[in-house]
């Protein structure tokens, strides 16, 4: 499967929260972190996932905050640690691709204005932030 989201990431289903509408699917990543994820109760019973299932986490790059810490009080469900790897500034945007403590590669496509004010280089250590609702599973 090709996916145009540049971030795919292997994962086991380890809890679900079925509701009417949406089910809360908590992840664990080949590489130890969590992650959560909002879909339709529908698309749930259609991939007939369950709990110990292997799926792919999939969430595109413009959908990756960045922050120079954790952040508290956040509605955001995932926030990943991590140390920038690569940056490439273009015109309008810069694509920042982060490494997790756990290995994770996760790219992030911010404005060029944000990556100035974060002071974006390699090296630097960051928080990869994505809501649960941007993060698709495929199976």
Partial sequence: MKVSARNNIKATV???????????????????AEL???????SAKELSLKEGDT????FKASHVMLASTQVNGISARNQLK???ENVVK?????????????GEHIVSII?????????????????????????????
């Fill in 14 to 32: 380890v809890s679900m929260a079925t509701g009417l509408v949406n089910e809360r699917i908590t992840l664990l990543t080949s590489r130890g």
């Fill in 36 to 42: 959560s994820s909002v879909i339709t109760t529908e």
């Fill in 55 to 58: 799926a792919m986490a999939l």
């Fill in 82 to 84: 991590g140390m920038i």
């Fill in 90 to 102: 273009g015109i309008v945007n810069t694509e920042v691709t982060l490494v997790t403590g756990g």
């Fill in 111 to 139: 404005t060029n204005e944000a990556a100035k004010e974060l002071g974006i280089i390699p090296g630097q250590n960051i928080v990869a932030i994505i809501k649960s609702n941007d993060i698709m599973i495929a199976k």
